[in-house]
């Protein structure tokens, strides 16, 4: 397994918002984490890189354990973060966005460098030189996930890339994500997006008001309209 | 014309100095988000540094000049490095105020540093060499130097945007002055980003202190000097803004050259004036942009303010009696001692009724304070109202000020309105010292003495007890009435506030009036306790004095001001008494408070004793956040 949560707890101030949730992602693997609005997605992939001080439980990345370390630290260790709002920084180029990402190569993970995640988004080769504030969002949410994978991570968590985004670059998303899998990145996918879920993920978890209500196939759970309705936006 | 071509000379030499000391402060802001109140300090040491640097090298070799200035520059940016690494560190985590705290402690210890090591005399530095005399520029001379200067500061600018556009590194940094979490989300080591960002201020500071060795003579007041004019740079600029901050310093060194020939009477708060314009009109100074939105979730206000338990009530009680009872044993010299340290925890619960309640954080409390003590002595002096009369003047003065003050302040938010709160408490300081005729200037206002009965130590302290007591009670009905529940949601959510119709400004408004009005109280005291009135009761170390106290006690409770305006009175006074060198102790006690309890005291006991008294009663053994 690349990534094991194991019974997460996360607190806004005395606001407990997770509860004992646990996953696992394995190598070369999607799963969608999928949930209402305030279900508690995002802050579980915060969590998980430690964003959220207020935690508790075991997070197990590539076989080492990250519970409790520092954001820069877990980072380091391999595991990327896109987050919901892309959060680009706008007074720099798209090529100095690409700048900060960068790590040093890492043993036995893939390596990403500025060409090959520009032939993968080829758009934002157009736009290299142009301040990030001023691409399209598109381009934009193209842009934070190749920041990102500046990083050779070995487990990326995506936040909702598909939202607010043209059909078309939604298929762009997923053929970005399944080139990440073949890769043998574990992809770990907060959505919504049932159908953009369902290109690119192998199984799903149901995450409502914190808790985990459901873990299957995505087959599984679309065959079964009732949970889908229950707790997805559908 | 040429006499208007020397003073716009003379405005560009002085912006130069003024934009190595804040720059420095800008790029710390914006990367670190502190306010660095000891960038002042730094930038006198350079140029004691520079002072005793300069005669040795000067000796060593020809040119030794030249070599003292960026080697003072250096020392300092290794002081810098110390400060960063040693303390800063520590507190990344506490909330931006109380590292805010911090640097003031560093302010106080270099401040008695400097003089235990340089002396009290001002210090006159050895001329540059090869430019001690003056040019002729059409027909007027001008310091050879001076002419160095003006080109040091664009250089200085060019560098700097070489720096933050060409290199990996301050790339780095120019993200992080957007949006430091992410930076660190992206894996970049962020203690060493900060390490480097904070030498490097440093070393700006030091050289700006340096390269005014042969301009003007070296003391131990310059620290506060520059600090609260750079603060004015950087707020005009923008803060984070290097571009800004240089325009800003060019803006205001050109206006002063000439302010002080047009109308030497308000050279004083000509910057000031400039600043509260242009954040009304910009409200993020002239090129300074939106910050990322906070997204740290150690919340300030994440224990709400709450009504005081039985418990603690029956301490407050048998304290009141211990006061009460007090006059019996205690002379006079101790009930005087008493007294002020009342009259500052009513100052300190209106400070805090302002920042932990209406959570608008004011640099300028002093302002209110200060009204009180004028109001109420001008009262008496000038229409001859007894005491009992006069004292009303005060607070009316002082909450007429903060109702005209925060109608501006309510506009802005965070460091923007702390910085304009400063501007106006330094406009009506430099009001207040230089309209001679009316509130006597720098002589003060004298004869400002109770009424017979009350002019007894005991009757004054029993005064003092009932109206600094009775007024700190009525500031906390006032907190949970329905006026401060909606200045609290205000506060913790302005969306959500504005979402269920609450008016925040005109909230925030009233919360102006409302702790103008009670320091006004504390400083129309402060003035028949002392007898007389000077402009310090209106000036900067007041308000810091104020803020000190806040943050001691604790931001997010009631009882942390008084707590932390008698902890620091009382151990001001007592230090004062035995040794010469009070600041620096207090400035020592200051770090260690802040690194040992991140909360303020008050908020330590809450968090941490209190739950361990609660306990037998067992009424919430829940599970709670770890
Ligand atoms: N910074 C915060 N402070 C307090 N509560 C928050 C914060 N961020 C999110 N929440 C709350 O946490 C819950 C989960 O939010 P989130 O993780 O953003 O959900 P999702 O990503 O599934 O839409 C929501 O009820 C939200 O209101
Ligand atoms: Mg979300």
Not at chain 2, 454 to 476: D, E, Q, W
Not at chain 2, 574 to 590: E, K, M, N, P, Q
């Amino acid at each position: 397994m690349k990534l094991e949560v194991h019974k997460l707890d996360a607190f806004y101030g005395r606001a407990q918002i997770l509860f004992g949730v646990t996953l696992k992602v394995a190598a070369g693997e999607a799963l969608a984490l999928l949930g209402r609005n305030g279900a508690g997605k995002s802050t579980m992939l915060r969590a998980i890189l430690g964003l959220v001080a207020a935690r508790r439980g075991r997070v197990v990345l590539d076989g080492r354990d990250i519970s409790g370390m520092a954001t820069g630290r877990i980072v380091r260790r391999g595991l990327g973060w896109v987050p919901e709002d892309r959060r680009i920084f706008t007074d720099l180029s798209v090529e100095e966005n690409l700048e900060i990402g960068r790590q040093p190569p890492r043993a036995g993970v893939p390596h990403w460098t500025v060409e090959r995640l520009f032939s993968l988004f080829p758009n934002l080769a157009e736009v290299r030189r142009r301040p990030a504030g001023q691409i399209s969002g598109g381009e934009q949410q193209m842009l934070t996930i190749s920041r990102t994978l500046m990083g050779n991570p070995c487990v990326i968590m995506l936040d909702e890339p598909s939202e607010g985004l043209a059909p078309l670059i939604v298929e762009r998303m997923a053929v970005a994500v399944t080139e990440m899998k073949r890769e043998g990145l574990g992809v770990l996918l907060a959505e919504q997006n049932l159908t953009f879920s369902r290109a690119v993920s192998d199984r799903a978890t149901i995450i409502e008001k914190g808790r985990i209500r459901f873990e299957g196939t995505l087959e599984c759970l679309l065959a079964d309209e009732a949970v889908a309705r229950a707790y997805l936006a559908v | 014309m040429d006499f208007l071509v020397i003073q716009f000379l003379n405005g560009l030499a002085s912006a130069s100095a003024l934009f190595l000391v804040a720059c420095g402060l800008s790029i710390i802001f914006g990367v670190m988000r502190i306010v660095n109140f000891a960038h002042g300090s730094f930038y006198m040491l350079g140029a004691y540094i520079a002072y005793t640097l300069a005669g040795p090298l000067m000796d060593w070799m020809p040119g030794g000049f030249w070599l003292a200035l960026p080697l003072a520059a250096l020392a300092v940016a290794m002081i810098g490095a110390l400060v960063e690494i040693t303390l800063l560190r520590r507190i990344y985590r506490s909330p931006e105020l109380f590292q805010l705290l911090a640097t003031f402690g560093i302010v106080l210890i270099v401040q008695d540093l400097v003089l235990i090591l340089w002396g009290p005399q001002d210090r006159l530095g050895p001329r540059a060499p090869g430019l001690e005399g003056a040019v002729n520029i059409l027909g007027s001379p001008f310091p050879a130097y001076d002419l160095l200067l003006i080109g040091l500061g664009p250089l200085v600018l060019l560098g700097l945007t070489l720096l933050f556009r060409r290199t990996r590194w301050g790339v780095r940094v120019r993200a992080a002055t957007q949006d430091r979490e992410m930076v660190e989300a992206l894996g970049i080591r962020q203690d060493r980003l900060f390490t480097a960002v904070f030498i490097l201020g440093a070393f700006l500071a030091g050289l700006g202190g340096a390269v005014q060795l042969p301009r003007a003579a070296v003391h131990h007041a310059m620290d506060l000097e520059i600090i609260v004019e750079t603060f004015v740079v950087v707020v005009v600029g923008g803060l984070g803004s290097v571009a800004g901050a240089y325009l800003a310093a060019v803006l205001l060194g050109v206006l002063n050259a000439f302010g002080i020939v047009v109308f030497p009477q308000i050279s004083l708060v000509l910057a000031f004036l400039v600043m509260a314009v242009v954040l009304v009109v910009r409200p993020l100074g002239l090129l300074g942009r939106p910050e990322a939105a906070s997204r740290s979730t150690t919340g300030l206000w994440d224990t709400p303010i709450r009504p005081m338990a039985r418990g603690r009530r029956d301490i407050v009680f048998v304290l009141a009696l211990v006061l009460a009872v007090l006059p019996v044993f205690a002379g006079s010299y101790l009930l005087t001692v008493f007294s002020e340290v009342m009259i500052f925890a009513l100052f300190a619960c209106s400070l805090h009724f302002l920042m932990g309640v209406g959570g608008m954080g004011s640099f300028g409390h002093a302002a209110y304070f200060g009204l009180g003590a004028y109001g109420a002595a001008l009262a008496m002096t000038q229409l001859g109202l007894p005491m009992e009369a006069a004292a009303f003047a005060g607070p009316v003065l002082a909450a007429a000020g903060a109702l005209v003050f925060g109608w501006f302040c309510v506009r802005l938010t965070g460091v923007y309105l702390a910085m304009l709160t400063l501007a106006f408490a330094q406009i009506t300081w430099a009001i207040a010292f230089q309209w001679d005729s009316v509130t006597g200037g720098d002589n003060g206002i004298l004869g400002v003495w109770p009424s017979a009965w009350a002019t007894s130590a005991a009757a004054f302290y029993y005064l003092t007890l009932l109206v600094a007591g009775g007024g700190i009670l009525l500031l906390r009905q006032f907190v949970f009435a329905p006026f401060g529940m909606g200045l609290r949601a205000c506060r913790d959510s302005p969306l959500r506030a504005d979402a269920i119709g609450i008016d925040r400004a005109a909230h925030q408004r009233l919360a102006f009036v409302v702790a103008g009005a009670f320091a006004g109280i504390a400083g129309s005291l402060y003035a028949f306790l002392k007898g007389s009135v000077f402009p310090d009761v209106l000036a900067i170390p007041l308000s810091v004095d104020g803020l000190v106290m806040v943050l001691l006690g604790g931001l997010q409770t009631l009882t942390g001001p008084v707590v932390g305006a008698a902890v620091y009175k009382v151990m001001r006074v007592f230090l004062a008494s035995w040794t010469d060198y009070w600041r620096l102790i207090i400035g020592i006690v200051i770090i260690a408070l802040v690194v040992a309890f991140p909360r303020g005291i008050v908020g330590y006991i809450q968090q941490r004793i209190a739950p361990l008294l609660d306990r037998p009663e067992g009424d919430q053994p829940k599970a709670g956040p770890p």
